[in-house]
């Protein structure tokens, strides 16, 4: 069982701030998400993408603000569980929180901080018989370890930057055996990954399959092949692994089932402090709504400060805090 | 104020007509967006596909850039028929034009 103060739940740019403004009152964090970066939309959508909306950054890149975040964080400690999704929160009798993630994870805390964005970053899966039997018995949607894959026939889908560069990792001495199906002959990635695959296609360490499908999936009670479709033929292929890549996209997943105020797939909140109509629960960030939102970062980063504070009085009934300026200690390490 | 009218097929099959002004300055997603369908993820850069339609009936829309293209292929449920419709502004020759909302 893993304890903290507080549980953040989505690691996106709202999420990550919030362990800073949490930090200066002495909570310690844990934060759960179910991407395996940290990032939320800014590592998942568009990390080279720059934002011209971050005060004092004229401009910026989504991915190094993360970065940044992760920098400015880091001095707190804060835990972090990548790759699982929260499905379960529990009000226990002595008013802390119980909460479990899809892997069987198990977290207490006082208070839960929602910071789920658009929702839950899920794959998109592809419309293959018996998809959901292979799940976890040779079909992956995400790739949290690599090494999993060492020595293992591995089937990669897809034409993003996400197949290419796992397409290129794994083929670079952990697999046994790569293999990139795409549907058509172009690739969405980056020039230098396509370039990349290419060559190494070329060289036969990649086994490139363009203009074609995987049309299904065979095993007894693991993966063991597949069946390809491609324009003039059909054909097998032995595999151990099949990864399907096409993307994530968010959905609101298990957040409808916490009893929680909802208005369009968004929580509502009171302004006053972000808290939701559970005592001990506040939601920031894009995924609450109230009279004026804006789905802004600095908007989350705003509620974050506010949120803070009061989940500080929540845990700390009788708790003294003043509030200070970062500046007036000479950095956090006064705090 | 010339109004053009905009046919919807949701994911359960159910039909939306919708009447958007010409000169709003919108993309179709933003005006399908505007009505309470769920989409725009990235706000129309081509990069979520949160806005992928089919369109069935062939009307005189613009073409797919390379950045649309590549996001359609990387769907495993696009065809010829699929746009991701915040690449199209709206304008006169959209009226009447059918957008199936495909499911993720
Ligand atoms: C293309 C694009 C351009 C943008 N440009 C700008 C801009 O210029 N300026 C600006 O201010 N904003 C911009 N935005 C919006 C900005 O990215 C969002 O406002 C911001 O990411 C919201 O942060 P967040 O922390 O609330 O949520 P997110 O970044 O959405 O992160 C939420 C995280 O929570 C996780 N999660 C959800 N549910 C669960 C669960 N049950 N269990 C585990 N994890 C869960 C998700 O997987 C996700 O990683 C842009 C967005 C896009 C897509
Ligand atoms: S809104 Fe993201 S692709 Fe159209």
């Not at chain 2, 292929?73 to 010829?80: D, P, V």
């Amino acid at each position: 069982m893993i304890k903290s103060d507080i549980i953040i739940i989505g690691a996106g740019p709202c999420g990550l701030f919030s362990v800073f403004e949490a930090g200066l009152l002495k909570m310690r964090c844990h934060l759960i998400d179910s991407l395996p970066q940290p990032g939320g939309q800014c590592s998942e959508i568009y990390p080279k993408k720059p934002i011209y909306d971050i005060p004092g950054f004229p401009e910026i890149l989504a991915g190094d603000l993360i970065k940044n975040l992760m920098k400015q964080i880091a001095p707190f400690n804060p835990g972090f569980t990548l790759g699982e999704r929260v499905e379960i929160i529990k009000k226990q009798s002595d008013d802390s929180f119980f909460v479990v993630t899809n892997r069987g994870t198990e977290h207490s805390c006082r208070v839960i901080v929602i910071a789920a964005g658009l929702g839950c970053f899920e794959p998109r899966k592809p419309m293959v018989e018996n998809l959901s039997f292979f799940e976890d018995k040779g079909v992956d949607y995400i790739i949290k370890d690599p090494f999993k894959f060492k020595g293992k026939k591995v089937v990669v889908s897809g034409g993003g930057d996400s197949a290419l560069d796992w397409a290129i990792y794994l083929a670079d001495g952990i697999a046994s055996q790569v293999t990139l199906v795409h549907r058509r002959d172009s690739f969405r990635g980056h020039v230098e990954s396509v370039e990349k695959i290419h060559k190494m296609s070329n060289s036969g360490k990649i086994n490139l399959i363009t203009n074609a499908e995987v049309q299904a999936l065979k095993g007894a009670d693991k993966l063991t092949s597949l069946t390809i479709k491609a324009e003039k033929n059909n054909f097998s292929i032995e595999t151990d692994y099949w990864v399907p890549l096409f993307g994530l996209t968010p959905k609101l997943g298990p957040i409808a089932n916490w009893g929680l105020n909802l208005n369009k797939n968004a929580i509502e909140v009171n302004t006053y402090d972000y808290s939701t109509n559970i005592e001990g629960i506040y939601a920031i960030g894009d995924i609450n709504t109230y009279p004026g939102k804006l789905k802004l970062i600095l908007s989350g980063f705003h509620e974050s400060a506010l949120m803070c504070q009061s989940a500080f009085k929540y845990i700390f009934p009788n708790g003294k805090k003043s509030f200070k300026y970062t500046t007036v200690l000479g950095g956090i390490e006064g705090f | 104020m010339e109004k053009i009218l905009i046919n919807i097929i949701d994911q359960n099959g159910e039909k939306h007509v919708l009447e958007t002004n010409l000169d709003s300055g919108l993309n179709l997603m933003e005006v399908v967006r505007d009505e309470g369908f769920q989409m725009g993820n990235c706000g129309g850069m081509a990069l979520c596909a949160s806005c992928h339609c089919y369109i069935q009936n062939s009307h005189d829309i613009n073409k797919k850039s390379k950045a649309e293209e590549d996001m359609l292929n990387q769907l495993h449920n696009s065809n010829l028929e699929s746009r991701l419709i915040c690449q199209i502004p709206i304008k006169k020759e959209l009226n009447g034009v059918v957008l199936i909302l495909v499911d993720d």
